[in-house]
């Protein structure tokens, strides 16, 4: 039963100007089958808090500690994170010209599994995995994330979330840039997910609109670097209708 445990996380960037700190003690814990959505306003720290637990090397930890099932997160490289079972589905995919969706599932895979998946078996839950996304059997054969809409760009992330299994699953605002249609199909499979029961979802955005599909059991709010309250679904609705205001100018007073 997986848990990650964040406590007291700092974390900066280095800037031109020098070390800017980003994260100001970050206290989280998500646990199997919690769906944990942090909402907040942009520049507030959400994506840096993603991309850190991820292992980018951009961000510089200066303090806290971060657990997966008790194991250092933060002792490890961003494969050992992903073998430890992290996954990041990332706000801006990147595209890598000349690598087929199909081999980089199946390198994925096999570098997580430790071996390779067998090939027929394999073939067939990609194919089902990519249909379940409203994408085209075809399209394992293109270049990952080249020339792909931003909606099949954010289908293709979730396909991989349910390929690959992790224990808990980050999700960077993965609602930006899909209509309708695509929202409903992300939340599908982001749902099918968390009905196995035993894995946990970070999920990162802006609005309400995903949490109409996918219903968090806590939502947290997101200001300066940190948390500044915390409830439940009722308060995106909150959010939703009043705004970050309050919460912004509660943080500058506590600063």
Do not use: C
Request: glycine residues 10%.
């Amino acid at each position: 039963m997986a848990t990650l445990e964040i406590h007291d996380l700092h974390v900066q960037v280095e800037t031109d100007n020098g070390p800017k700190p980003i994260l100001k003690g970050v206290d989280l814990t998500i646990r199997a089958g919690q769906t944990h959505a942090i909402m907040g306003p942009n520049g507030s720290g959400k994506s840096t808090l993603a991309y850190t637990l991820a292992g980018h090397p951009k961000y510089t930890v200066t303090g806290g500690t971060v657990t997966l099932d008790g194991d250092d997160i933060l002792s490890m490289t961003t494969d050992e994170r992903a073998r430890a079972g992290l996954f990041l589905a990332m706000q801006y995919p990147v595209e890598v010209p000349g690598v087929s969706v199909a081999n980089f599932l199946r390198t994925a895979k096999t570098a997580i599994d430790g071996q390779a998946p067998k090939i027929r078996t394999w073939t067939k839950q990609v194919t089902e995995a990519l249909a379940q996304m409203n994408l085209d059997a075809s399209f394992a054969q293109r270049s990952v994330n080249e020339g792909f809409s931003g909606g099949e760009k954010k289908r293709h992330e979730i396909a991989q979330l349910e390929l690959l299994n992790p224990k808990v699953a980050i999700l960077d605002e993965t609602d930006s840039g899909l209509d309708i249609d695509a929202l409903r199909v992300v939340s599908e499979g982001v749902n099918r997910f968390i009905e196995q029961g035993d894995r946990g979802v970070l999920l990162i955005t802006h609005y309400t609109r995903i949490l109409r599909y996918i219903k968090p059991d806590v939502v947290h709010v997101f200001v300066d670097g940190h948390m500044v309250t915390q409830g439940g679904p009722e308060l995106a609705d909150e959010l939703e209708a009043e705004g970050y205001d309050k919460y912004v100018k509660a943080a500058r007073v506590d600063a």
